[in-house]
């Protein structure tokens, strides 16, 4: 499958050093499933931008590994494996990191730390990524307000509610962003829709689902589903 060993870690570290691909598909069903149940071959091609056949060759090869990283039935998706998710996790756990080191001590901004991320995340070492944990002083979350999963591949639970849920009167802090377009992150800079700021629903619009809303106390904006629908909150 492409895998080469990685000798002499300790602790949790991962015994395989995964291609790109792979990589990328454990990340993706993860992130479709949030760990648990499974991710349809439409939807994980969409989401990689293939053609469903190539998603299907890659779940059979993934499926077939030793140890299996993925359970797959032909027209009932993808489940990780106890193996897939922990190998997802610690993944995710390296582009998290990446991601916040590339901001916070070499100055990226957060609509650039994603593509930065993504070359390295498979590369690096566990003990590299725990020293990297350590020099940030083991931060919780990235530029995007995403969850770092801790050493153990922990995660606290997460906020579901997106923006686009919410009425007038209701008030809520920004918790992370789904969207890592940078052309869209930009825009919410912009705009200053960042995690950990308040924002306040004052109108919404049931024809076209559009909010108007406040953001830390700022003049009224008009916003669209696009951008709602990708923003989740917490304590509304």
Known sequence: MGFAHRGGMGGNAMTEILTE?????????YDLTCGEGRAGTTQIAARLGVAPASVTGML??????????????????????PAGRRTALEVIRNHRLL???????????????????????HVISDELAGRIAVALGNPSHDPHGEPIPASDLSLPPLPSTRLSELRPGQEAVVAHVTDTDPDFLRYLSEIGLTPQTQVTVLDYSPYDGNLTVQVDGGEAQVLGPKVTGSVVVENP
């Open 21 to 29: 691909a792979v990589a990328d598909y454990l990340k993706v069903i």
């Open 60 to 81: 059979k090869r993934l499926a077939a590994g030793q140890p299996p990283l993925v359970e797959y039935h032909r027209h009932h998706g993808a489940r990780l494996t």
């Open 99 to 121: 991601e916040q080191f590339l901001h916070q001590r070499l100055g990226y901004r957060w609509d650039e730390v994603h593509a930065e991320a993504d070359r390295l995340e």
